[in-house]
């Protein structure tokens, strides 16, 4: 949202002045005029409100979580709708977000108040857990500290209302790439463990100063999140000891069996990871407790990781293609990080003879073999190079990674999922894209090809029945 509306006034709220922006939102300063006091209201980006349902399930979805009493969520106060504009109106939490503090502190956030907020947002969390609600979209920007470093958890559900929004251009949002859990990538069954992992990145950050997966592709964080090991916290920072890096591995366990199993369960081993380790030097943390002002020198994160923090995912329909979106208004080909001002510039970039799809053939190519029949799978894939545990287990460099399948595809009804990596087709290697449409040809419409693909490290087999599509589509 790029149109500042303070000074305007939403019923009995007056907008004074902007204290956050976030891709599909913005939070003001408000003052609520009918009893004098000062509040904070997130106003949804009108692109979101226009589309089909998105108003109603808005709407549904903040009766809901209005209803969540706890002193370390952010309570709704009220909601509505003025003009194009759909808000919240929450309670205003003066200390600003943890992503302002990390950004402040780098590597040296102290280790005692990462303790304090683990402790406050996994009691926040449980009670959410216990009432059946899941946050989905846990990360530093949605964790706000007050004066006292009181942390507050905020924007329950609202990754959950845009992802289940249908209709509109950009009709899927799936969280911010960093810190989502593998099986969010995956479109499988989302749960409380979801937001552990999520919580166990926010820990990462905390310890290290940086993320566990930092590349600038929505793309290869998928892949990362999915497929590579979590580099230990004591990689970034050797001053952390091996319980502490136990206990976030734990967390960032691809598998949710393999994590634990409660927030508080989480919560519980890191604080008492954190106590051994202070007991063992009492004056380093003694200073740790002191130091939280933020006073002190310390090493600013770097650009990437500051953008990532800030990023979502948006999958456009039409076209099966999916675009990084720091703001509702600027969006980005991951292809050729070329920035469109609106989904019409992207649709006209589509028909440019200059463009080039993922599967490495020219789009001028594709249109004019648009009759042309061929087999179908369903898929959308890019090569990538396989971690080196993997590919000596499976003695293959690479594989194709799945970065969008088609919900009614031969592929879909076989189980796979968008994040799957397949190594074979028929037996064939799949090392680049030119091999998968190499087995797609035309020879193959109705028949059956066996599919070889790794999930979580562990090889799997599907078999899918081939139909045939024009060559235009955007999936082979």
């Known amino acids: 949202m790029a149109t500042d509306l303070s000074g305007q006034i939403f019923g009995h709220y007056k907008l004074q002045e902007i204290l956050g922006t976030g891709g599909m939102s913005l939070v003001y300063r408000a003052r609520q005029t009918n009893i004098d006091r000062d509040v904070a209201i997130k106003i949804m980006a009108p ?7 998105f108003a109603r399930r808005f709407k549904q979805e903040a009766e809901v979580f209005a209803k969540l009493e706890h002193p370390h969520i952010v309570p709704i106060y009220d909601y509505d709708q003025h003009e194009k504009y759909l808000y919240l109106v929450l309670r205003l939490i003066p200390g600003g977000s943890l992503t302002e503090r990390l950004d402040k502190e780098g590597k040296d956030f102290p280790l005692a108040l990462a303790a304090k907020i683990v402790e406050q947002v996994a009691d926040g969390l449980a009670y959410a857990h216990e009432n059946k609600i899941i946050h989905r979209d846990l990360k530093p920007g949605n964790i706000l500290l007050d004066n006292d470093d009181n942390a507050y958890i905020m924007d329950f559900g609202i990754a959950k209302v845009i992802t289940e929004t249908k209709g509109g251009a950009m009709s899927a949002l799936l969280g911010t790439p960093a810190y989502i859990a593998p099986e969010q990538w995956q479109s499988g069954i989302i749960d409380a463990r979801a937001d552990i992992y999520s919580l166990g990145v926010v820990v990462y950050r905390m310890l290290t100063g940086e993320l566990p997966f930092s590349n600038a592709s929505p793309f290869y964080l998928m892949y990362s999140h999915l497929h590579e090991a979590t580099p230990h916290p004591s990689h970034h920072k050797d001053t952390i000891p091996p319980a502490i890096d136990d206990v976030v591995l734990k967390a960032l366990a691809k598998r949710p069996d393999e994590r634990y199993q409660s927030v508080k369960e989480f919560a519980t081993a890191f604080t008492n990871a954190v106590k051994e380790h202070s007991a063992s030097k009492p004056e380093a943390d003694t200073q740790a407790l002191l130091d939280t002002s933020g006073r002190r020198a310390f090493r600013p994160e770097s650009k990437r990781d500051s953008r990532l923090d800030k990023l979502w995912v ?3 329909r039409n076209t099966g293609h999916m675009y990084v979106t720091p703001d509702v208004d600027e969006l980005f080909d991951v292809k050729s990080d070329r920035q469109f001002k609106g989904m019409e510039d992207i649709f006209d970039e589509l028909e440019r003879p ?3 799809s993922y599967n490495t053939r020219r789009l001028s190519d594709l249109l004019e073999q648009i009759k042309k029949e061929q ?5 959308k ?4 190079k ?3 545990g993997i590919a000596e287990k499976f003695d293959r460099e690479s594989g194709l990674l799945v970065i969008a399948i088609d919900p009614d595809s ?3 009804s076989a189980g796979l999922f968008m994040g799957d990596l397949i190594i074979n087709l028929d037996g064939e290697p799949m090392k680049h894209q030119d091999d998968l449409i190499s087995v797609l040809d035309d020879t193959r419409i109705d028949k059956s090809v066996q599919i070889d693909y790794l999930r979580t490290g562990e090889l799997h087999k599907a078999a899918a029945t081939l139909v045939k599509r024009h060559m235009g589509k955007s999936t082979l």
């Open 314 to 316: 948006a999958l456009e």
């Open 410 to 412: 031969p592929a879909a």
């Open 47 to 53: 692109a979101l409100s226009s589309q089909q349902n």
């Open 386 to 388: 396989l971690p080196q």
């Open 381 to 384: 894939a890019q090569r990538v």
């Open 375 to 379: 087999s179908f799978l369903g898929i």
């Open 354 to 356: 200059s463009s080039s």
